[in-house]
């Protein structure tokens, strides 16, 4: 227990200074970490947060740099496309959780400058805050097993029905993950791990395993290569040693129990159209997997074709393209969240699962990708801005040789290819929060420097 209150007291004490040094540390360290409550606890902390710079004004100072700007001008673009909707409905209800790409920089462009070392603590609690979250998911996952006997409390997020999984549906599992591995990723950047860093870091991976989003898994063995083999200092002396232990681990990653099925229904249903609908186990009998090269060419589906991840996402890149040739969307898309209307009259076209009870079918899900969203949407301009928004984080990352910035870039390229994570209000969040953070110390090096 004394080993306990002394780490509370230092990081109370660590808090508290900082936060003397810029009264923004606190509110931006809970923004992070209310990602997994409900979205009024986000809302109600950034309203305080929004009084307390206006009460502080007159001390402080404006400056909105072009990196802080394209959020903006995103938002701004979002609200143009009232004018030209096909769905008001949606796009009204849509806007309000988009307005964070309109406050956050703003606010960061009045807030004082965070210093490298603030950025790095912000970065430390945080991954502290998504350890206590992952111990306290496994933990509940434990005691529901031995509730429901039943191993599905363990992997990915909750189902309807069921009522099994690792976490609450509404929290979505891919998103988890994304969130959770900026939380590895700064216990794997420090050089010299404690034994406990060493701990949280592999608590963290084995969160990340149990969530079983295949691409982030990906992503967080790709990114721990990198910093392995080019980062580390180590790492000009350890590669053979590193390689071999990194093949262990992809194998270990691809043949782990429930995890290894996800693989398997992606790629085996994937190779071409003749494979059969029975190899994969789980699936009721005469359900048929739709492979890639199906979901790009077949003329009509059934109520019994079954997509996995990456053919439904092919599936949706083809509806984009034929909406690209049929509408005139390439300057100003449907309008913001408007799409759904027309993705509905082409799931009624080619007769894909309409869905049943709480089952919203295939025609009721959106495009799941960020760049084809955004230029479905708002045309051509709303998907230049967002490309070059992940132009200046890289680009940004390479230049100050910053790891965890380099993965938010990785992580955000890679997540906008199979997720509209913007368009859900925790997915802005967290992107424009940790955007805003690198480019405004990114900001003061390059104002330190004229």
């Known amino acids: 227990m004394a080993i ?31 990602l997994p409550f409900k979205l009024a606890v986000t809302n109600t902390i950034l309203a305080f947060f929004g009084v307390v710079v206006m009460w502080n004004y007159k001390k402080l100072k404006f400056n909105l740099s072009f990196s802080l700007l394209l959020p903006i001008l995103l938002f701004i673009l979002m609200m143009c496309s009232f004018l030209w909707t096909i769905d008001i409905e949606r796009t009204t209800k849509a806007a309000p959780k988009e307005a964070f790409l309109l406050i956050i920089p ?16 912000i970065s430390k609690y945080y991954a502290y805050g998504f350890l206590i979250f992952a111990l306290f998911f496994i933990f509940r996952a434990i005691v529901r097993y031995f509730i429901l006997k039943d191993t ?42 404690t034994i406990w860093q060493k701990t949280a870091m592999a608590i963290l991976l ?33 590669r053979l040693r590193n390689l071999i232990i990194f093949t262990l681990i992809f194998g270990s990653v691809v043949f782990f129990g429930k995890i290894k099925n996800r693989f398997e229904a992606e790629f085996q ?10 190899v994969i186990d789980g699936v009721p009998e005469g359900v048929h997997y739709v492979s890639v090269y199906e979901a790009w060419n077949n003329e009509t589906f059934t109520p019994n074709d079954y997509f996995p991840g990456t053919a439904f996402r092919v599936y949706q890149a ?13 300057w100003k898309g449907f ?5 759904f209307k027309k993705l509905e009259e082409k799931g009624d076209k080619y007769n894909v699962y309409k869905g049943s009870g709480n089952d919203d079918g295939y025609q009721n899900k959106n495009f799941h990708n960020q760049y084809i969203q955004n ?76």
């Open 206 to 238: 084995f969160f990340i395993l149990l969530l079983s989003s295949k691409n982030i898994i990906l992503v967080a063995i790709l990114i721990t290569l990198v910093y392995i083999f080019y980062f580390a200092k180590s790492a000009n002396r350890m």
């Open 106 to 121: 703003f606010l960061f462009a009045v807030i004082p400058i965070f210093s490298k070392n603030q950025i790095n603590k």
């Open 152 to 193: 599905a409390v363990f992997f990915y997020h909750q189902d309807k029905d069921l009522d099994l999984g690792l976490i609450p549906k509404e929290l979505n599992a891919i998103h988890f993950s994304v969130f959770s591995i900026l939380a590895y990723v700064h216990f794997l950047a420090n050089e010299l791990k």
């Open 318 to 330: 083809r509806l984009f393209l034929e909406f690209l040739s049929e509408e005139t969307i390439f």
């Open 4 to 34: 306990i209150y002394n780490f509370l007291n230092n990081v109370w004490k660590d808090i508290k200074q900082e936060n003397q040094n810029n009264f923004a540390f606190v509110f931006i360290l809970l923004l992070l970490l209310s």
């Open 375 to 450: 230029f479905a949407e708002l045309g051509v301009f709303g998907l230049l801005i967002l490309l070059i928004m992940l132009f200046v984080l890289i680009k940004k990352a390479f230049h100050n040789k910053d790891f965890i910035n380099f993965t938010f870039s990785i992580l955000m390229i890679s997540v906008f290819l199979t997720e509209s994570f913007m368009w859900r209000q925790r997915g802005v969040v967290f992107f424009v929060l940790f955007y805003c953070l690198f480019m405004q110390e990114n900001y003061k090096r390059e104002k330190l420097n004229q």
């Open 335 to 339: 309008g913001l969240n408007a799409s």
């Open 269 to 278: 249903s994937n190779t071409n159209k003749s494979i059969s609908h029975n």
